[in-house]
């Protein structure tokens, strides 16, 4: 069975600061890892995938994350944040086999301030 | 490419009513994926179709909940005698089958059972 835990429900940082939203996973196969953002009443964005090869992601708006298989984590990061960088952002993890099904951490609400 | 569309976006239901949301895949997408998501809460998986077979479904997935994929196009999910612990935003995602595949999601459908 794989799981996702997002260490922070809430992370509040001012605007132009740098972020990271945390994320660790386990799984007993090798897995495909995910962060999606969600605007408030809308449906789930991609944002950065990684599925094999360099550990550094690059995605949209900014974002990127690393993926560390020894630490089983895959923390997203931007260096300087946006008011309308504001959103829910998930981590999920995928097989590469078998099972189709995402499974998600709870989130981590991003709220930037002015 | 238009993306994954869903209908209704918004659903007011009575309890004891049954409901029945749509979803349309991007056109290529072989693979339909239906997800629950409770506020507070990342999206769970209800169930996955390759085609119009329907090839996973979660314990989540209760016998009052149908879903169809009649000629591989779009899904329907069906919820009969709604209970207000139905409420939640009903999130439907498309992929192509490949090695390294990614899931792509609609607007969802946000149902409220009175």
């Known amino acids: 069975a794989q799981s996702v835990t997002q260490l922070d429900s809430q992370v509040p940082v001012f605007e132009e600061a740098p972020v990271e939203l945390r994320c660790n996973y386990s799984?007993?196969?090798?897995?495909?890892l995910f962060w999606y953002v969600q605007y408030p009443n809308q449906g789930l964005q991609l944002l950065l995938k990684y599925l094999s090869g360099s550990t550094l992601v690059k995605g949209i708006n900014g974002f990127e994350a690393e993926f560390n298989k020894s630490q089983t984590s895959f923390h997203l990061r931007k260096p300087s944040v946006h008011i309308s960088d504001t959103a829910e952002y998930f981590c999920?993890?995928?097989?590469?086999?078998?099972?189709?099904?995402?499974?998600f951490g709870s989130g981590t609400r991003l709220q930037v301030q002015p | 490419d238009t993306g994954v569309s869903q209908n209704p976006r918004h659903k007011i239901t009575k309890r004891g009513q049954n409901v029945t949301f749509r979803c349309d895949p991007i056109s290529e997408h072989n693979r339909l994926y239906w997800y629950r998501q409770t506020l507070g809460q990342g999206p769970e998986f209800l169930t996955y179709f390759q085609n119009e077979a329907q090839l996973e479904k979660s314990r989540l997935l209760s016998d009052r909940f149908s879903a169809e994929r009649p000629k591989g196009s779009f899904s329907t999910l069906e919820i009969q005698r709604t209970e207000q612990g139905d409420s939640a935003m009903y999130l439907c995602?498309?992929?192509?089958?490949?090695?390294?595949?990614?899931?792509?999601f609609g607007p969802g459908t946000r149902l409220l059972v009175l």
């Open positions: 999920a993890v995928g097989m590469d086999t078998g099972r189709r099904a995402l499974t």
């Open positions: 799984s007993s196969v090798s897995v495909y």
């Open positions: 995602a498309s992929s192509f089958r490949s090695g390294q595949e990614t899931q792509y």
